[in-house]
């Protein structure tokens, strides 16, 4: 495999996977696999030929958080050059959850701080019964606060206020029953067989339709359902209908064929 930190791939199918590429330190979070991320991140987002995004990793961790010799760096920061250091990190983030296409976490080992982040900020996460996960920060004087939105959204504030303060490791079933872990498979060899059932069921759908029904999870959450959202709403189908998948979809199902995005 490459000596890259990550590894981009496309599939003929519009797959992209990325790749933490660095197994020997599990995984873990420098300067430039941030960087390299965050560009990658931003880059597939905007790619008209990409239908989903998988980010898996190489070894046997998927992501061990803040690698080593970084935090000996960050030891002597000035605040100011842990705040950029920090927003770095957020932004890379950010990218990811903001994709406006699926994108599915394949957790094949243990996820620990921006690890456990990485897999939050995923609409999808698969992972094997082996994985573990932590939020260790506290434990280090810290706190989890550029991953906190992800993992708050994720497992909910409830669980938030045990796992942020007592920095247990958890396994794969509390993670699934959290519901930061959609499903679980046995082992690595079966991770394939479940990204790839994923991802079928994903090519059947029209991707603009899964861009603008991501963007709308945003814009009713935690709203009431008021004359706003209800006209609101109401008028993100009524343009959605008006599309050219709009029009295709319903065309497809009443002449009893596939639709022309269809991947079979």
Partial sequence: MSEESAVLHFSTEGIATITLNRPEVHN??????????????????HQDGVRAVVVAAAGKSYCAGADLNWMKRAAHFTEEDNRQDSIALGQMLKNLHAIPKPTIALVQGPAYGGGLGIVAACDIAIGVKGAKFCLSEVKLGLLPAVISPYVVEAIGIRACRRYFQTAEVFDADEAHRLGLL???????????????????????????AMADSKDLIYTVANRPIDHTVIHETAARIAARRATEEGVEGITAFLEKRKPSWFIS
């Fill in 28 to 45: 873990a979070f420098d300067e430039e696999l941030i960087e390299r991320l965050s560009n990658m991140f931003a880059d597939v987002g």
């Fill in 182 to 208: 959609h499903e679980l498979v046995d082992d690595v060899h079966q991770l394939a067989g479940a990204r790839d059932a994923l991802l079928e069921q994903i090519g059947k759908n029209a991707p603009g």
